[in-house]
């Protein structure tokens, strides 16, 4: 057993910079597939809608742990062998991408119907409505809740220590196995990850206040 | 009446019947409107009024019946002939719907640079043009949020005057507004009637009806329950819930 | 490359899937229970107590909500274990799942115990209730109904969470999966199904909820509005 020392505080905050890498590449990659998603689920095609939809419940509906399996054991049986960093990120992708969808379809319905009638009224084809009216009045509406899941996408990112990703949970599970002090490992290690996330609830927060001022 | 009623009319409503679900809401609405003619539609809530508006500007299908409002067969068709119909027809609302987002300037803009292509400079003219005719020239960049009702309201209709409509709808656009932000509108319309616009106007603004408008419609159930020329409808009204009305409306 | 499914396991392990599957629903609703009471006196704690006790119960939420359910799983497990007291995985894991859902609940219950106009509470109190019976029948149910949907799709959401807990070794679903594709070697079958079963899971729990609020919400049931 070894004593716990700054050494271990130093791995732990090394691992948590790959929580923060982990964490971006799930967002930007989550954001391109829900933006996709929520695109799709509004769409006129009926096929489109069913397939978003059908996505978007059987992931809302599965533990993030099984999402994580499937896509790594499912990858592995596709042939490919992936570096753990791409593995996790993939896997959050598909898991992030699917609630970003939702909560940004939400953000598209919830722009007032008159502003399609008015765009419509003036001529606007369906492309132009969404590019120039609608969609940079649901990015307003979206900031709020999109800063409050990025908290939600690093808590996430501690799951991947399932699938062997050394990541700041992983490096906690270590640290304790060497020294076998739970409480100050595991309190250090929520400690930095509530040093991640706290500040972006607060700023969802804050933000959701200022848009129902404004509003 | 209008000078030239050998003309063709330019609105044509014939027989128009519009259901929603099981509710005949309008039940075979016909009158014709002229070039250069103001109609005002009145009546109580619920006659039909704001839904015979919107199926004039295809926002609404219909059951039975036609439309043609300059040269377009408008009512049961899809989005393509709509599009089409935008560049004649202009739609006022009551809650003026601009776009929060964009300053005036590009409110107004937008469909000139999307829709008719016109380059950036013309539609910036184009905008300041129709901007100082509802006398806002000086709010070119201000944002809607930062602009009173009336003002609002008054950008609304610039919007649509600068797409150069044949005929402009206004659906109680001054509902919305305090009593006295309605003053200004009703300015502007009125200046846009003496330019000869043609303009069919859902309104509650009796007096404003009175002075201003051509042809009056009284809608009462869903049906045309008195039509003609305004003085006539005012001064003699024929049926007696024409009468309940003018007399509770003032 | 090709791989050819293989869903034969199932005849053997059926069992030992039904089990771990009995064990996720036992924890959830123990969870879900204790946990729904933990964040009601919680969100009660701060909409009325004492200004300090109000900042602790906020403090607890904060934590909780900003680090991941695997940490507090652990510190629960393995701190506890440190301390010398024996405590099975199951009992760890839904102490762990209680304390997590209470924080979300509370936050979940008072939005909805604010969100009830302040002259109903004026008029129960002007008839003569007390405090408790304020709260008791006037504000309790009507916020439940008012933020039913959220509290139910936090419900849900835990039982997904639950399988978090097979990391120390609670024998739940996923578990049970775990288990059987490290004997099988079928890992992507394994995993298939469990997703399958945790669908159903899904639908099972928010069909059960729906039939729960018809019955509580009887205004609801009889007029057919959710106002």
Partial sequence: MVQFNSVHVLYLLVAAKWTIALSLIAFIGGAVLGLALALARVSRFKILRLAATGYIQVIQGTPLLIVLFLSYFGLSIAGYQLDPLVAAGLSLTLFSGAFLGEIWRGCIEAVPRPQWEASECLGLGRLQQYFYVILPQAMRIAIPPTVGFMAEVVKNTSLTSIIGFVELARAGQIINNATFQPFLVFA???????????????ASRRLERRFHVAR | MSPDSAAKPLVRVSDVVKLFGAVKVLDRVSFTVDRGQMIAVIGRSGAGKTTLLRCISGLETIQGGEIEICGHSVGTSGRHSRKALCRDVGIVFQSYNLF??????????????LVQKKPRREACDIAAGVLSLVGLGDRLDAYPEQLSGGQQQRVAIARSLAL??????????????????????????????????????????????RRVADVVLFMHGGKVWESGPTEEIFADPRTSELRQFIVSAL | M??????????????????????????????????????????????????????????YVEVIRNTPLLMQIFIVYFGIASL????????????????????????????????????QVESADVLGLSRLQVIAHVMLLPAIERVYPALTGQFVLLMLASSVTSQISAEELTATAERVQSQTYRSFEVYVVVALVYLLLSLFFRVGFWAIGTVLFVRRRRLGTTR
């Fill in chain 2, 164 to 209: 150069s409509p044949q005929v402009m709808l206004f659906d109680e656009v001054t509902s919305a507004l305090d009593p006295e932000l309605t003053a200004e509108v009703l300015k502007v319309m009125e200046d846009l009637a003496e330019r000869g616009m043609t303009m069919i106007l859902v309104t509650h603004e009796m007096g404003f009806a």
């Fill in chain 3, 84 to 119: 010398g007291l024996k405590l099975s995985a199951d009992v760890s894991a839904v102490i762990a799942l209680v304390v997590n859902m209470g924080a979300y609940t509370t936050e979940i219950m008072r939005a909805g115990i604010e969100a009830i106009p302040k002259t």
């Fill in chain 2, 100 to 113: 929060p987002h964009l300053t005036v300037e590009r409110n107004i803009t937008l469909a000139l640079t």
């Fill in chain 3, 2 to 59: 090709s791989y050819q499914l293989d869903f034969s396991f199932l005849s053997k392990s059926w069992a030992a899937f039904v089990a771990g599957t009995w064990l996720t629903i036992q924890l959830t609703s123990v969870a879900i229970a204790l946990g729904f009471a933990l964040g009601t006196l919680c969100a009660l704690t701060r909409v009325y107590a004492h200004p300090l006790l109000r900042r602790l119960v906020a403090g």
């Fill in chain 1, 188 to 202: 250090l290690v929520g400690a930095i990850y509530f040093a991640i996330c706290y500040p972006l609830s607060v």
